[in-house]
Nanobody
């Protein structure tokens, strides 16, 4: 079993910055990808940013404002969010694609519990 623990959410004024952190722990052989998703009020969950094999990819809505980074030694991923807008208000979820067994190459997707980011309008 793998657990993802997020931190760093909060309330920030428009134009401000926040840094989200997520650490994975448990039966981890390797992590193929780590990323961030978000679900705003009345909206579906959407991918915000993901890093796979060192290559980051961003949703168009956050390009140039958000930066994803990963610390492989700590099984951690971070999301630096700058120039925040009210439309960034959402619950942010960490996701990891984890290989949990040496005997199998299968990977499983795990989710964190979510952290609230609120940018008042």
């Amino acid at each position: 079993q793998v657990q993802l623990v997020e931190s760093g959410g909060g309330v920030v004024q428009a134009g401000g910055s926040l840094r989200l952190s997520c650490a994975a722990a448990g039966s981890i052989v390797s992590i193929n990808a780590m990323g961030w998703y978000r679900q705003g009020p009345g909206k579906q969950r959407e991918q915000v940013a993901i890093t796979r094999l060192g290559t980051p990819r961003y949703a168009d809505s956050v390009k140039g404002r958000f930066t994803i980074s990963r610390d492989n030694a700590k099984n951690a991923v971070y999301l630096e969010m700058n120039s925040l807008k009210p439309e960034d208000t959402a619950v942010y979820y960490c996701n990891a694609e984890v290989r949990t067994s040496q005997e199998s190459s299968r990977v499983y997707a795990y989710w964190g519990q979510g952290t609230q980011v609120t940018v008042p309008s």
